[in-house]
Protein backbone atom coordinates (compact mmCIF):
# COMPACT_ATOMS: atom_id res chain seq x y z
CA UNK A 1 0.00 0.00 0.00
CA UNK A 2 1.28 3.31 -0.85
CA UNK A 3 2.12 5.83 2.30
CA UNK A 4 1.10 8.86 1.87
CA UNK A 5 3.72 11.38 4.68
CA UNK A 6 1.33 14.29 5.20
CA UNK A 7 1.06 15.38 8.97
CA UNK A 8 -2.58 14.53 10.24
CA UNK A 9 -2.95 17.85 11.22
CA UNK A 10 -2.46 19.31 7.44
CA UNK A 11 -5.35 16.75 6.38
CA UNK A 12 -7.90 17.90 8.84
CA UNK A 13 -7.87 21.54 9.28
CA UNK A 14 -9.06 23.23 12.25
CA UNK A 15 -12.28 24.62 10.89
CA UNK A 16 -13.59 21.40 9.17
CA UNK A 17 -17.25 19.97 8.89
CA UNK A 18 -16.65 15.73 8.92
CA UNK A 19 -16.01 14.55 5.13
CA UNK A 20 -18.46 12.91 3.18
CA UNK A 21 -17.10 10.12 0.59
CA UNK A 22 -19.25 8.54 -1.89
CA UNK A 23 -18.71 4.65 -3.46
CA UNK A 24 -20.83 2.40 -4.88
CA UNK A 25 -19.45 -1.09 -6.18
CA UNK A 26 -16.66 -2.80 -4.69
CA UNK A 27 -15.84 -6.05 -6.83
CA UNK A 28 -12.84 -7.92 -6.21
CA UNK A 29 -12.06 -7.59 -10.06
CA UNK A 30 -11.55 -4.32 -12.11
CA UNK A 31 -14.97 -2.53 -11.75
CA UNK A 32 -16.90 -1.83 -15.13
CA UNK A 33 -17.76 1.57 -14.14
CA UNK A 34 -15.67 4.20 -12.94
CA UNK A 35 -18.12 4.44 -10.15
CA UNK A 36 -16.97 1.40 -8.37
CA UNK A 37 -13.90 0.33 -7.03
CA UNK A 38 -11.74 -2.65 -6.55
CA UNK A 39 -12.52 -4.43 -3.70
CA UNK A 40 -8.84 -4.89 -2.23
CA UNK A 41 -8.17 -0.85 -3.20
CA UNK A 42 -10.99 0.06 -0.91
CA UNK A 43 -9.66 -2.19 1.55
CA UNK A 44 -6.12 0.51 1.30
CA UNK A 45 -8.60 3.30 1.67
CA UNK A 46 -9.39 1.59 5.16
CA UNK A 47 -6.53 0.50 6.13
CA UNK A 48 -5.35 4.25 5.30
CA UNK A 49 -8.19 5.90 6.82
CA UNK A 50 -7.18 3.75 10.44
CA UNK A 51 -3.84 4.28 10.29
CA UNK A 52 -4.31 7.97 9.99
CA UNK A 53 -6.80 8.03 12.54
CA UNK A 54 -9.75 8.97 11.25
CA UNK A 55 -12.79 8.28 13.08
CA UNK A 56 -16.35 7.21 10.44
CA UNK A 57 -19.13 8.30 12.13
CA UNK A 58 -23.05 7.58 10.56
CA UNK A 59 -24.74 9.78 8.06
CA UNK A 60 -27.65 10.17 10.60
CA UNK A 61 -24.46 11.42 13.01
CA UNK A 62 -24.88 14.62 11.24
CA UNK A 63 -28.04 15.47 13.13
CA UNK A 64 -25.22 16.18 15.86
CA UNK A 65 -22.07 16.88 13.48
CA UNK A 66 -20.50 19.45 16.48
CA UNK A 67 -20.58 16.59 18.33
CA UNK A 68 -18.15 14.82 16.56
CA UNK A 69 -14.24 14.35 16.52
CA UNK A 70 -12.52 16.90 13.91
CA UNK A 71 -11.15 13.99 11.89
CA UNK A 72 -14.22 12.34 10.96
CA UNK A 73 -15.20 10.91 7.63
CA UNK A 74 -18.67 9.49 6.51
CA UNK A 75 -18.29 6.68 4.61
CA UNK A 76 -21.41 6.07 1.78
CA UNK A 77 -21.89 3.82 -0.71
CA UNK A 78 -25.15 4.20 -2.78
CA UNK A 79 -27.16 1.41 -4.69
CA UNK A 80 -26.79 -1.33 -2.97
CA UNK A 81 -24.80 -3.69 -4.47
CA UNK A 82 -24.00 -7.39 -3.42
CA UNK A 83 -20.13 -7.05 -3.71
CA UNK A 84 -20.62 -4.92 -1.12
CA UNK A 85 -20.94 -7.29 1.69
CA UNK A 86 -17.75 -8.79 1.35
CA UNK A 87 -15.96 -5.69 -0.52
CA UNK A 88 -17.17 -3.24 2.14
CA UNK A 89 -19.10 -4.46 5.65
CA UNK A 90 -16.68 -7.15 6.32
CA UNK A 91 -13.42 -5.31 5.75
CA UNK A 92 -14.95 -2.44 7.73
CA UNK A 93 -16.55 -4.68 10.93
CA UNK A 94 -12.65 -6.23 11.02
CA UNK A 95 -11.77 -2.38 11.16
CA UNK A 96 -14.43 -1.50 13.93
CA UNK A 97 -15.63 1.00 11.44
CA UNK A 98 -19.05 2.41 10.34
CA UNK A 99 -20.52 3.41 7.08
CA UNK A 100 -23.62 4.22 5.46
CA UNK A 101 -25.71 2.25 2.53
CA UNK A 102 -28.31 4.35 0.63
CA UNK A 103 -30.37 1.56 -1.11
CA UNK A 104 -32.26 1.59 -4.07
CA UNK A 105 -35.32 -0.65 -2.80
CA UNK A 106 -36.63 -2.12 -6.59
CA UNK A 107 -33.48 -3.59 -7.02
CA UNK A 108 -33.25 -5.57 -3.28
CA UNK A 109 -31.69 -9.44 -3.84
CA UNK A 110 -31.99 -9.03 -7.53
CA UNK A 111 -29.52 -7.80 -10.75
CA UNK A 112 -29.66 -4.28 -11.48
CA UNK A 113 -27.96 -2.23 -14.96
CA UNK A 114 -27.74 0.51 -13.40
CA UNK A 115 -23.62 0.27 -14.34
CA UNK A 116 -23.82 -1.11 -17.75
CA UNK A 117 -23.66 -5.23 -17.35
CA UNK A 118 -26.30 -6.40 -14.98
CA UNK A 119 -24.91 -6.93 -11.51
CA UNK A 120 -26.30 -8.61 -8.04
CA UNK A 121 -27.51 -6.22 -5.81
CA UNK A 122 -27.71 -7.14 -1.74
CA UNK A 123 -30.53 -9.31 0.06
CA UNK A 124 -32.87 -7.83 2.22
CA UNK A 125 -31.35 -10.83 5.13
CA UNK A 126 -27.94 -9.04 4.03
CA UNK A 127 -29.31 -5.15 5.09
CA UNK A 128 -30.75 -6.92 8.03
CA UNK A 129 -27.19 -8.25 9.11
CA UNK A 130 -25.46 -5.04 8.35
CA UNK A 131 -27.92 -2.98 10.21
CA UNK A 132 -27.65 -5.34 12.95
CA UNK A 133 -24.12 -4.56 13.17
CA UNK A 134 -23.92 -1.14 13.62
CA UNK A 135 -24.39 0.01 9.89
CA UNK A 136 -26.75 2.77 8.74
CA UNK A 137 -29.17 1.98 5.54
CA UNK A 138 -30.76 5.42 4.26
CA UNK A 139 -33.01 5.52 1.05
CA UNK A 140 -31.84 6.09 -2.65
CA UNK A 141 -35.57 6.17 -3.60
CA UNK A 142 -37.66 2.96 -5.31
CA UNK A 143 -36.42 3.42 -8.61
CA UNK A 144 -33.60 5.63 -9.03
CA UNK A 145 -35.16 8.01 -11.17
CA UNK A 146 -34.05 11.42 -11.97
CA UNK A 147 -35.81 13.25 -9.91
CA UNK A 148 -35.86 16.77 -11.57
CA UNK A 149 -38.06 14.85 -14.44
CA UNK A 150 -41.05 14.04 -12.07
CA UNK A 151 -43.56 15.47 -10.41
CA UNK A 152 -43.81 16.65 -6.58
CA UNK A 153 -46.25 13.88 -5.89
CA UNK A 154 -44.17 11.51 -8.20
CA UNK A 155 -40.92 12.29 -5.73
CA UNK A 156 -42.56 12.07 -2.66
CA UNK A 157 -44.27 8.55 -3.76
CA UNK A 158 -40.85 7.79 -4.18
CA UNK A 159 -39.40 8.81 -0.81
CA UNK A 160 -42.16 7.55 1.38
CA UNK A 161 -43.16 4.20 -0.87
CA UNK A 162 -38.97 3.14 -0.48
CA UNK A 163 -38.63 4.21 3.07
CA UNK A 164 -41.55 2.05 4.47
CA UNK A 165 -39.88 -0.68 2.23
CA UNK A 166 -36.79 -0.53 4.37
CA UNK A 167 -38.14 -0.14 7.36
CA UNK A 168 -40.06 -3.07 6.67
CA UNK A 169 -36.77 -5.21 6.05
CA UNK A 170 -34.71 -3.51 8.97
CA UNK A 171 -37.36 -3.08 11.56
CA UNK A 172 -35.92 0.28 12.54
CA UNK A 173 -36.66 3.94 11.44
CA UNK A 174 -35.30 5.05 8.57
CA UNK A 175 -34.44 9.20 8.40
CA UNK A 176 -31.43 9.69 5.93
CA UNK A 177 -31.34 10.16 1.96
CA UNK A 178 -29.19 9.91 -1.16
CA UNK A 179 -30.40 11.92 -4.14
CA UNK A 180 -30.05 9.49 -7.63
CA UNK A 181 -27.43 10.92 -9.62
CA UNK A 182 -27.29 14.05 -7.25
CA UNK A 183 -30.09 15.76 -8.79
CA UNK A 184 -33.01 17.38 -7.37
CA UNK A 185 -35.20 20.34 -7.68
CA UNK A 186 -36.68 22.67 -5.41
CA UNK A 187 -39.73 20.15 -5.25
CA UNK A 188 -37.11 17.33 -3.82
CA UNK A 189 -36.32 19.25 -0.69
CA UNK A 190 -40.31 19.67 -0.26
CA UNK A 191 -41.02 16.55 -0.46
CA UNK A 192 -38.20 15.16 1.94
CA UNK A 193 -39.43 17.84 4.20
CA UNK A 194 -42.95 16.71 4.18
CA UNK A 195 -41.58 13.02 4.12
CA UNK A 196 -40.01 13.56 7.28
CA UNK A 197 -36.23 12.95 6.35
CA UNK A 198 -34.10 14.52 8.20
CA UNK A 199 -30.90 14.69 6.62
CA UNK A 200 -30.49 14.22 2.71
CA UNK A 201 -26.87 14.48 0.55
CA UNK A 202 -26.10 15.16 -2.71
CA UNK A 203 -23.20 14.65 -5.18
CA UNK A 204 -22.86 18.26 -6.39
CA UNK A 205 -20.08 20.00 -5.51
CA UNK A 206 -20.27 22.85 -7.46
CA UNK A 207 -22.81 26.18 -6.55
CA UNK A 208 -26.05 25.13 -7.93
CA UNK A 209 -28.34 28.18 -6.75
CA UNK A 210 -29.46 26.11 -3.84
CA UNK A 211 -28.74 28.45 -0.06
CA UNK A 212 -26.69 25.34 1.23
CA UNK A 213 -25.72 26.79 4.78
CA UNK A 214 -26.55 24.18 7.56
CA UNK A 215 -29.46 22.78 5.16
CA UNK A 216 -29.81 19.92 6.25
CA UNK A 217 -30.90 18.34 2.69
CA UNK A 218 -27.94 19.48 0.84
CA UNK A 219 -24.86 17.95 2.36
CA UNK A 220 -21.94 17.02 -0.47
CA UNK A 221 -19.90 13.96 -1.18
CA UNK A 222 -16.39 13.56 -3.13
CA UNK A 223 -16.92 10.92 -5.52
CA UNK A 224 -14.69 7.78 -5.16
CA UNK A 225 -13.54 6.32 -8.44
CA UNK A 226 -12.51 3.35 -9.77
CA UNK A 227 -8.41 4.33 -9.85
CA UNK A 228 -8.21 6.58 -6.99
CA UNK A 229 -4.98 5.30 -4.49
CA UNK A 230 -4.21 5.81 -1.57
CA UNK A 231 -2.98 8.97 -2.46
CA UNK A 232 -5.52 10.51 -4.27
CA UNK A 233 -7.77 9.30 -1.42
CA UNK A 234 -5.50 11.49 0.70
CA UNK A 235 -5.25 14.44 -1.52
CA UNK A 236 -9.12 13.98 -2.07
CA UNK A 237 -9.32 14.30 2.05
CA UNK A 238 -7.22 16.97 2.37
CA UNK A 239 -8.13 19.43 -0.48
CA UNK A 240 -11.54 18.10 -1.44
CA UNK A 241 -13.63 20.75 1.09
CA UNK A 242 -10.86 23.02 1.23
CA UNK A 243 -10.70 23.43 -2.70
CA UNK A 244 -14.47 24.06 -2.89
CA UNK A 245 -16.10 25.29 0.34
CA UNK A 246 -13.26 27.67 0.84
CA UNK A 247 -11.67 28.52 -1.69
CA UNK A 248 -14.49 30.74 -2.94
CA UNK A 249 -13.87 32.48 -0.18
CA UNK A 250 -9.83 33.60 0.08
CA UNK A 251 -8.60 36.53 -1.30
CA UNK A 252 -6.88 36.10 -4.85
CA UNK A 253 -3.00 35.74 -3.45
CA UNK A 254 -4.68 32.87 -0.78
CA UNK A 255 -6.07 31.24 -4.09
CA UNK A 256 -2.73 31.21 -6.04
CA UNK A 257 -0.89 30.00 -2.89
CA UNK A 258 -3.45 27.43 -2.15
CA UNK A 259 -3.66 25.99 -6.07
CA UNK A 260 0.41 26.53 -6.36
CA UNK A 261 0.70 23.95 -3.01
CA UNK A 262 -1.89 21.66 -3.77
CA UNK A 263 0.09 21.29 -7.36
CA UNK A 264 3.38 20.44 -5.91
CA UNK A 265 2.02 17.78 -3.44
CA UNK A 266 -0.17 16.56 -6.24
CA UNK A 267 3.44 16.38 -8.75
CA UNK A 268 5.53 15.23 -6.05
CA UNK A 269 3.04 12.15 -5.12
CA UNK A 270 0.92 11.76 -8.41
CA UNK A 271 2.98 13.07 -11.41
CA UNK A 272 6.39 14.54 -12.55
CA UNK A 273 5.25 17.85 -13.70
CA UNK A 274 6.91 20.74 -12.25
CA UNK A 275 4.06 23.71 -10.90
CA UNK A 276 5.08 27.02 -10.12
CA UNK A 277 2.67 29.89 -8.87
CA UNK A 278 0.69 31.87 -11.21
Known amino acids: MEDFPLNSIFLTPKTRSPLILMY ?3 PNHDPSSIYSIRADLFNEHVCFLKKQGWHTALFRDLHNGSALPRKTVILTFDDGYADNYDG ?14 FITTDCIGKH ?33 PDLRQLSYQQQQAEMIQSRQILETIIGGKISTFAYPYGHYNEDSITAL ?19 RKNHPFLFRRVPILANDSVTTLALKLAFAEGYYWYLPKMTYPEKKWARYFYRRIKDKWIGDRQATPE
Not at 115 to 143: D, F, N, V, W, Y
Request: charged share 15%; net charge negative.
Open 88 to 101: AFLPLMENNMRATW
Open 193 to 211: NDADYQLACTTTIRPDGFN
Open 24 to 26: HGT
Open 112 to 144: SDMMGAPLPMLTAEQLRQMKKAGMEIGSHTCAH
